[in-house]
């Protein structure tokens, strides 16, 4: 069973206009950790956030917001105000394990933000 | 500057050729691990290392190798590539510990004919 789900495969927004990418896990450890990196077109992964199992406090970075909701396993990612440089393929990550040896990645979705 | 480098970035091969991908990290870190990339599939993890000489299997190892002989070094050796291996591969590396963030090189990216 896919540990990390992102339903979204691809989403097309027009530049200014808001957009949230989810993200749903699932794990039977009560201390993990979920991850956001961003891929873009050049390739390479961009680590965004890091947020624990036991803070479900939202946050803020610029335009950039989270949602950690441990009730329904979800960690969705808005977007405010997109930009074309926001063009990319995210991905959703879960780490587990004593020594989170156990990383893993949802399949991403990829977010295109047009002029 | 901290990094996470591997070689070659590009790569294209044949069927059955040896190949070895390079992969060193200089933050000293504990934990070091190697992806494949696929579309709609995300990331893969292939192997993991928690040490030198402690390495384990991810969720996709078959046909792959790999060694851990030194703590910044993290080499992913394919004995025998085949087409299905075909794929962009990432290096990453992290402190050890459940919650730390893992930093990745830049991929490489591997054709096999």
């Known amino acids: 069973a896919q540990k990390v789900t992102q339903a979204q495969t691809e989403i097309s927004v027009v530049e200014k206009e808001d957009v949230t990418l989810d993200c749903v896990y699932e794990?039977?450890?009560?201390?993990?950790?979920l991850f956001w990196y961003k891929q873009p077109p050049s390739g390479e992964l961009v680590f965004l956030i890091r947020?624990?199992?036991?803070?479900?406090q939202n946050e803020i970075s610029g335009r950039y917001s989270w949602n950690f909701q441990k009730s329904t396993s979800s960690f969705n990612f808005t977007i405010t105000a997109s930009q074309v440089v926001d063009s990319a393929v995210y991905f959703c990550?879960?780490?587990?394990?004593?020594?989170?040896?156990?990383?893993?990645f949802g399949p991403g979705t990829r977010l295109s933000v047009l002029p | 500057e901290a990094q996470v480098t591997q070689n070659p970035r590009y790569l294209i091969t044949v069927t059955g050729k040896k190949l070895t991908v390079t992969c060193s990290q200089n933050?000293?870190?504990?934990?070091m691990s190697w992806y494949r990339q696929d579309p709609g599939l995300g990331l893969r993890q292939i192997y993991y290392?928690?040490?030198?000489?402690?390495?384990d299997k991810g969720d996709v190892p078959e046909g792959y190798k790999v060694s851990r002989k030194e703590k910044r070094n993290f080499p992913l050796i394919l004995e025998s590539p085949s087409p299905n291996q075909t794929s962009l591969y990432f290096c990453?590396?992290?402190?050890?510990?459940?919650?730390?963030?893992?930093?990745f090189g830049p991929g490489t990216r591997l054709l096999v004919l």
């Open positions: 947020r624990n199992s036991f803070d479900e």
């Open positions: 933050m000293n870190h504990e934990y």
């Open positions: 794990t039977r450890d009560t201390t993990y950790y």
């Open positions: 990550a879960l780490s587990e394990g004593d020594y989170g040896q156990n990383f893993v």
């Open positions: 990453a590396s992290s402190l050890l510990g459940v919650g730390e963030t893992q930093y």
């Open positions: 290392s928690m040490n030198v000489e402690v390495t």
